[in-house]
């Protein structure tokens, strides 16, 4: 952490900064609900794409896992109306599906506003 005199709208002001590594310290041992939500999205899907690739592209991935979850939702949905699977099953299905479906529409959010802000 540094601390910088920085000009604001009430004069210069002493604020302190952190930078991106220390950040991302801070996070990882937070056991708030987003920053364990952060944490699983970098050890699932980022780390292992930038092993695998040497990049990660947030807007393709986001992409791509929401089309997956639509189309698991579909196909949920098919199954539990040809098969007859019972109500709860569905139902728990569905509501998994939303919450992925939410998180995927929340990433993609905050990729577009990390491209339009660079």
Not at 85 to 108: D, P, V
């Amino acid at each position: 952490m540094a601390d910088y005199h920085t000009p604001t709208n009430g004069g210069i002001q002493k604020l302190k900064f952190i930078n991106e590594p220390n950040l991302y310290r801070i996070i990882f041992r937070s056991n708030k609900t987003e920053a364990l939500n952060f944490q699983n999205w970098v050890f699932a899907e980022v780390l292992p794409s930038i092993r695998k690739t040497g990049s990660y592209s947030a807007r393709q991935s986001a992409y791509e896992e929401l089309n997956r979850l639509c189309m698991q939702e579909k196909v949920s949905k098919d199954k539990g109306t040809f098969h007859s699977l019972g109500m709860h099953r569905r139902k728990y299905e569905k509501h998994l599906n939303a919450k992925r479906i939410q998180t995927c529409k929340a990433n993609l959010q905050i990729a577009f506003e990390g491209v339009h802000h660079e």
